[in-house]
Every structure is written in structure tokens, then in C-alpha cells.
């Protein structure tokens, strides 16, 4: 880049770059709203806004320097392993999708360690946060900053957490959230025993009860669904075929922790995947969309969430999200708000592509350098620039 720039003083063009993201106290927030603000309109020509998705990626890091680094999962290798973790929120149309804020996850490790803190020049006023908290927050701010809502998309590392859902909820926010099999629920119909009757005596009773009906697993519920409860559904268009699986959908409460609650949660969706073939169901969601809502647009929306793999596959292969050599707080987020802003030119020209533009084809062509100038680490560079 600073030899497309500068090519008779790369040095200084190089320095000015490193200073760009490493130091220079730009604001990543202020940069990202620019961004929105050109390429969401150009999104919302085509088609409108459907949903607002929650995800984290990993990077894997060598070393224990680097801010944010530690061993935990990482879903580029899905396994654990040393890497960074950053957690993003995007706004999506069917077939677009922006990124509007990213941030890294501060492990404990990190967050309680003044002398690492320091070193990597991480905030005093960023402290330890789960990966859903930093959601909640990056959420908060989109509705603070007027961005057109959807419905809020995650998968189970999110949508089993109850405060999360409660959060969205209060923040009259719908979602469409993953789930684990093993989370209980109430049967339709079914849910805790309203508190004992007040006797006279000492506090009057306000936590639910439970009798003898009781609570059942998400996997052992869409066990004992009879046959007629599957239909068969397609989503989307896939590289040689479209996309289908059987789904059921049914209205239950959710169970955890009832007891310890003055009122039982609301009725919400349970939305599960038993694809044809398979000895047992792979996937379950939660919602809180209308008791109207349609099979097809439930399972639309929990497949949506595919976009965002996308997004991740063309921001690390084409454009270096997962390419930071540095090691402090700032750098980090810098590189990864000039990525989002490199990505929201390309969505926003991305109706000049050919049709076979996608993940890892979007053919981004470079001006030509100047002949004097051989990129670093290639064959016979002699001096360096």
C-alpha cells in the first residue's frame, strides 16, 4: 500500500500507515457511523432491513502479548486454542449484510492483570465482560443511534443465556436465538404452579411452584412429536441445490430457574431442525416473534444467520481482518473498524460484480506499482525501501 501511495518515499508512507492504525487516535465508533451511514441506504435500495446478527470470531495468535489473547475457543479452528476473540454486531437484508460494531473480548485473565493492561493500552474503563454482555452494549448503541431494528439473530452460545433474552425483551427487540437440546421448557399448554395460597401467616408466598408436572428437556420434547408435527422446508439457494431439512415449531415457556420467579416467562417459539436421515434433531431456536408467525418465516430467519459466515470468510480472506501483526488494544479495533469500512464499500458496490461474485471470488484487482518498487519478501529485494 505505501508503495501504490508513495512510491518515490515508501518509508515515510509506511511509517504514516503504521502510525494510521497503531496510534493515531482516530475514533473507531465515529469511523463505523460514517460507514453505516453511506453503505446501509445502498443496502436498503435493493431490499429492506430483516435482522440485526450477534456472532464472535476467533483469530488465532501465537504468544500471550498480544491484547486478548488466550487459550479458548476458536471457531476458525473449532477447537481451543491461543487466539483473540472479537464480538460484532451486523445489520442484514436476505442477501446483504453490514458489520456495525466490533469489539474484542477481554478474557478475566486479562482484564485483572494491571501490567499486561497497561502494556497493551487497554482502557481503564474496559472491564471483564461475558461475549453477551458486549452484545447487549453493541445493541444498545445501535438503538441509541437510530439504525433501523430487525430481529436479533445468534446461535446457542447467546440464546441460552436467559438475561440476554430478558434484555432483548425489554428492550422490545424480537429474536430468533439458538438453543441447546438439553434446555428445559414447558410443553404446550404446561407451565409452573401459580404461588401457594397465604395462609395468615408470615410472608405471603409470591415464587412459582412446581407439581407434578414438571419440565422437559428441548431434545426429549421434540422426541415425542409425532411424525405429522415435521414438514419439510427450504431456505435459501445453495451452490448446486437448494437448501431444505424438516422443522417443527411449537409454543412453549421456557423453564430455567422458574421457581426462583414471581410470574412465568411468556409463551415463545420453539423452533427445531430434524434433518431427514439423521437419529435424533440438530438444532433448536427460541423466539419471541408473534404466536402468528409462520413455520416458513421462523426457519428463515434462524437459517439467516449464514450470512454472517460469509461476512467473516470475505473480511479475513480478502481483506486481512485476521492479519494484525500488533499487539495493543487500539491497533486492534483499528484494523478491524478499516476492514469494516473496506467491506462497506465493496456491499456497497457489490451490484457491479458479475453474478459468480461471492465469498472468496470477488476479484479485487490492484493499480499497478511502479517497476522500481519490489514488494517486501519477494525474490532479489536487495536493500530494503
Keep these: 500500500m505505501a508503495a501504490l501511495l508513495a512510491p518515490h518515499n515508501v518509508r515515510r508512507a509506511h511509517q504514516s500507515l503504521h502510525h494510521l492504525v497503531a496510534d493515531s487516535p482516530w475514533s473507531d465508533q465515529d469511523m463505523l457511523a460514517q460507514v453505516r451511514s453511506w453503505a446501509l441506504p445502498l443496502i436498503k435500495k435493493k431490499e429492506p432491513l430483516v435482522a440485526w446478527i450477534v456472532d464472535d470470531t476467533g483469530i488465532p495468535k501465537k504468544g500471550k502479548h498480544s491484547v486478548g489473547v488466550a487459550r479458548q475457543y476458536c471457531g476458525q479452528l473449532g477447537k481451543q486454542e491461543n487466539c483473540q476473540v472479537a464480538v460484532s454486531l451486523s445489520a442484514a437484508s436476505w442477501h446483504d449484510s453490514l458489520p456495525l460494531a466490533w469489539r474484542l473480548y477481554l478474557p478475566e485473565s486479562w482484564a485483572r492483570d494491571p501490567q499486561r493492561r497497561r502494556k497493551a493500552g487497554v482502557p481503564e474503563e474496559v472491564r471483564f465482560q461475558t461475549k453477551p454482555q458486549i ?134 417459539w420453539l423452533l427445531i431442525e430434524w434433518p431427514q436421515g439423521e437419529a435424533e434433531p440438530a438444532k433448536y431456536w427460541l423466539s419471541n416473534l408473534p404466536a402468528a408467525a409462520k413455520l416458513k418465516q421462523l426457519t428463515a430467519l434462524a437459517k439467516q444467520r449464514w450470512i454472517i459466515e460469509r461476512d467473516y470468510q470475505e473480511l479475513k480472506q480478502e481483506l486481512g481482518l485476521n492479519q494484525y501483526e500488533g499487539r495493543g488494544w487500539r491497533g486492534f479495533h483499528h484494523h478491524g473498524t478499516l476492514c469494516i469500512a473496506a467491506y462497506g464499500f465493496l456491499v456497497g458496490e457489490r451490484s457491479r460484480f458479475s453474478p459468480s461474485a461471492r465469498a472468496g471470488q470477488l476479484r479485487i484487482s490492484l493499480p499497478a506499482g511502479s517497476a522500481q518498487i519490489r514488494p517486501r519478501g519477494s525474490p532479489d529485494t536487495g536493500r530494503a525501501a
Design 135 to 268: 452484545a447487549l452494549d453493541q445493541i444498545r448503541q445501535a438503538l441509541e443511534d437510530e439504525v433501523e431494528p430487525g430481529v436479533v439473530l445468534a446461535d446457542a452460545a447467546y440464546g441460552n443465556d436467559s438475561a440476554f433474552r430478558a434484555e432483548l425483551r425489554k428492550l422490545k427487540l424480537e429474536y430468533v436465538v439458538g438453543l441447546q437440546g438439553k434446555t428445559s421448557v414447558w410443553k404446550p399448554g404446561e407451565g409452573p404452579l401459580p404461588p401457594r395460597k397465604y395462609k395468615g401467616q408470615g410472608r405471603p408466598p409470591k415464587l412459582l411452584r412446581r407439581g407434578k408436572q414438571q419440565p422437559l428437556a428441548a431434545r426429549e420434547l421434540a422426541l415425542s412429536l409425532p411424525p405429522k408435527a415435521w414438514k419439510k422446508l427450504s431456505w435459501r439457494q445453495g451452490e448446486k441445490r437448494k437448501l431444505s431439512s424438516r422443522f417443527a415449531a411449537l409454543r412453549v415457556r421456557p423453564a430455567h430457574r422458574d421457581y426462583e420467579r414471581h410470574e412465568a416467562y411468556p409463551e415463545q
